[in-house]
């Protein structure tokens, strides 16, 4: 059914039963979609509604009418695609074996509607994707924070935060609620931040294992402050830790290094951690070789003087739960240094 204006050749039935009212099957348009004018896009003809497919094939060049598309896939026969928006849309285009290349456009105007800009996986622009960001939101309902609940733990937080571990690793939150993510910062005050796994907690404070001589083992050790922080999606809970930082005892090292799996034992020989690799990871890998034969598997293999553990000492720790209208509670365990007493407060979310 084509027709140059609004003028409609009959027979309208199958026409009316392609209006979006109608809820159509998928359209496919080859080029203008029928009933819509070349330049201003879709009309009204008479009391039908104008099509909306899905799909638009233009040729040669996307017409005006393009700009109103609204579906999720818009092609260009590659067929006939001139040189100057080969270039101006920066297409790769296959060589021409065929009728069947079509290439498919990037959503050529920011201000079109969300859903007019979404395209098949793995082929939406970084500009699209990041707007979907915006769309996201969840209402924060799972639970509040009281002063007269959080004041039991005034002596010692460090309760409050087993406390909330306890009910996440019981609730199974996620299948590591332990990993944490560990900030540093460089001798410029630079941060970096990645996630480890806190592997132990008690009255002193946190601890984690890695590599002294990693960029996050130096920049701690220079600094002698760290912080952390975890996120339990499902209970909508924070906790945010700073505090100071040393290394654990060699004694405390040794022994954990030692209940480790064999192939973690060796991995800590291996790895140069955050070095940079110049000849791939097959470098790694022989090492790894090495390694093995040198210890096999039974035989102990000697903590690396380079690895071992680090104890966070907090001065402060953040219990945060998520509200609606994102007017969360935060209360906050603060001491000026590790031998004070603590204070409880309530933060502005
Ligand atoms: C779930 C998870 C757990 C990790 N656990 C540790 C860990 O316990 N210790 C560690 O050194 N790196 C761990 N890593 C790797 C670090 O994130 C990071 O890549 C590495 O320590 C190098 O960091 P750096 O170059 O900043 O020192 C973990 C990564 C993930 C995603």
């Not at 809820?23 to 009391?47: H, Q």
């Not at 707007?131 to 937080?157: C, H, I």
Request: hydrophobic fraction near 35%; glycine fraction near 8%.
């Amino acid at each position: 059914m084509f027709a140059w204006n609004t003028e409609f050749l009959p027979p309208h039935g199958p026409l009316q039963a392609l209006a979006p009212s109608n809820a159509p099957p998928p359209i496919v348009s080859v080029d203008a979609p029928s009933g819509w004018g070349i330049e201003e896009g879709p009309r009204k003809m008479g009391d039908i509604e104008p099509l909306a497919p899905d799909m638009l094939v233009s040729l040669t060049a996307p017409k005006q009418c393009a700009w109103h598309f609204k579906g999720r896939y818009h092609y260009l026969g590659g067929r006939f695609v001139p040189p100057a928006i080969k270039d101006k849309y920066k297409l790769q285009l296959p060589p021409f074996p065929g009728t069947s290349q079509h290439v498919r456009l990037p959503p050529f105007r920011t201000d079109k509607p969300a859903e007019a800009q979404s395209a098949p996986p793995g082929q939406d622009t970084v500009e699209v994707l990041g707007s979907k960001a915006a769309e996201m939101r969840v209402n924060y309902t799972r639970g509040g924070l009281l002063e007269s609940d959080m004041a039991q733990f005034q002596d010692d937080p460090m309760r409050g935060w087993a406390e909330w571990f306890r009910v996440a690793t019981e609730l199974k939150v996620c299948e590591e609620p332990n990993a944490i993510s560990l900030a540093s910062a460089d001798a410029q005050g630079r941060p970096s931040v990645r996630v480890v796994l806190l592997k132990g907690f008690d009255s002193r404070g946190f601890v984690f294992y890695t590599n002294y001589n990693s960029r996050k083992g130096k920049e701690l050790l220079q600094n002698g402050h760290a912080a952390f922080s975890v996120y339990w999606e499902p209970l909508q809970q924070q906790v945010r830790v700073e505090g100071t930082v040393e290394k654990l005892s060699e004694e405390e090292s040794s022994e954990y290094f030692h209940s480790r799996p064999h192939g973690s034992q060796l991995g800590a020989w291996v790895s140069h951690q955050s070095e940079v690799m110049h000849n791939g990871r097959e470098e790694l890998e022989a090492r790894q070789k090495e390694l093995e034969a040198k210890y096999p598997e039974g035989s102990s293999v000697p903590k690396p003087p380079h690895w071992g553990g680090f104890l966070v000492r907090p001065t402060a720790i953040e219990f945060w739960q998520g509200r609606p209208s994102r007017l969360h509670d935060r209360i906050r365990f603060i001491r000026p240094d590790t031998n004070s007493t603590w204070k409880m407060e309530r933060q502005q979310p």
